[in-house]
């Protein structure tokens, strides 16, 4: 079986920075996963007993408490102050951004479009810095919402797809008066994205790498299976069935921002066993 | 023949206005065409002896000189502000919308995008508002222009299609991080439109009136060829040639937004001898 990895893929640079700010914090826990990738959480828990809380609750007085890269609503981060835990944020630069923008734009009295999963901690994270904010995934979505003011801002969850973007855009451009357009979707995403439609047209089976809760993830297994039906969703090598390979000449390999190179290396080592 | 006229056509709010205005100051004159359509000019020189200038250096002490429905250059204004002349405005107030927006950006330090035709006096007018101020009419007229600003706002000339300035937005949104985008497209233009591509689809042959300087006109008469290949762009009666509808059953009418009834009543009685 040939393989070839995507030209770019795997960790970006946010989930690179969070993961070297939690190593550098051993028997300290983080609010919520860290990233959407459950071997690499279970990673930093055997190597730097890194806890996971899932409730404000849960900490207590003295704790290091780590905000994952997704970062968490501004009320949790506030009630988070109120204890006495030290707070080491790893929020994604690139997230804090579209949170910045959604306070600034709700100061100046825009309604605010999220374009992006309403059930997605760094979506949740975003639209809690805003007064009128409105979560879509589809144009349709729009049938539903009230707008309190009649001019728009909009930012995009950082892993989605730009072209969908547009479109939401595009319908609001020929609605209002004035749409104030900020692309806060991540370059390296993008990257990987683009790669990946790259190299879906020239395999016969591909193969993407991820947590199955990452939004990124999923939308570079929808790119692959636009251009390669044989397209597969991996957490890591165990989910490897090796059947999907028969009478196949090329093995294409991608993966989401939150996985880990060693987890592609297993991937990779059994496909080669072929 | 059959004639159907489009559920909306002609003269426009802004067109409307600027003409009452004028008709209110006999012996004026207009700082360049009042409106795209030389006959109506003449009919408002003849019953109401409005005068026309083409450069400032005309006018003298104690005119009433009316501004163009187009609006003129912010610099030209203050240099007619500096002559002892009454001046009276006919701007569009769809097109007072755009050079106010083009002045505010400015002030805020965005690069500014004008979606228009550079030598109409409207996007003249707009751009001399602001400091950064480029004018495309496709995503390729980027290639040559360096923003000094990396946010960008941008603006439409009131008569053009929405569908183009989409393609311009959604260039930038790709490549820039903010895009204010400033729908300046003026209703009226865009209900002529929609009324124009409709009964352009239903008929053999279809007439435009407008004046062969006049934007939206000629944005007209590109959406009716579109769906009817004997589509003609005529300045009035004298310019329709019977020949056209040899054959033809079903004749659609519509007229650009500086078209008066008057002429559109002489095309139908002409077309109406056959």
């Not at 790893?90 to 804090?96: D, E, G, Q, R």
């Not at 805003?130 to 009230?146: A, Q, S």
């Not at 309190?148 to 892993?159: F, S």
């Not at 957490?235 to 989401?256: M, P, R, S, Y």
Request: aromatic share 8%.
């Amino acid at each position: 079986m040939k393989l070839k990895l995507a030209s770019s893929y795997g960790f970006c640079f946010g989930v690179k920075r969070a993961i070297t700010i939690a190593e550098n914090y051993t028997s300290s826990a983080t609010m919520g996963p860290l990233i959407h990738n459950q071997d690499e959480i279970n990673r930093l828990k055997d190597n730097f007993k890194i806890g996971l809380y899932t409730t404000l609750e849960e900490v207590k007085d003295n704790d290091t408490v780590i905000i994952r890269t997704h970062g968490i609503p501004k009320d949790d981060l506030k009630l988070l102050k109120q204890k006495d835990a030290k707070i080491i944020n790893a929020t994604c630069p690139f997230v804090t951004t579209p949170q910045q923008i959604v306070k600034k734009m709700s100061q100046e009295k825009y309604s605010i479009v999220i374009f992006g999963d309403a059930t997605h901690p760094e979506v949740k994270g975003v639209k809690s810095y805003g007064d009128d904010v409105h979560t879509v995934l589809e144009p349709e979505d729009f049938d539903k919402i009230n707008f309190k003011y009649d001019r728009i801002a909009t930012v995009a969850q950082t892993t989605k797809k730009k072209e969908k973007y547009l479109e939401i855009v595009n319908f609001l451009i020929l609605k209002y008066k004035e749409v104030r357009v900020f692309n806060t979707i991540c370059d390296a995403t993008f990257e990987n994205q683009a790669a990946a439609r790259e190299l879906s047209a020239e395999v016969d089976v591909m193969v993407v790498i991820g947590g199955k809760e990452s939004s990124n993830t999923k939308q570079l297994h929808d790119i692959c299976a636009e251009n390669c039906p044989d397209s597969y969703l991996i957490e890591n090598h165990a989910d490897v069935d090796l059947t999907w390979f028969k009478n196949k000449n090329i093995c294409g390999i991608t993966a989401g921002a939150s996985t880990p190179d060693w987890i592609i290396q297993e991937v990779v080592d059994k496909i080669q066993t072929i």
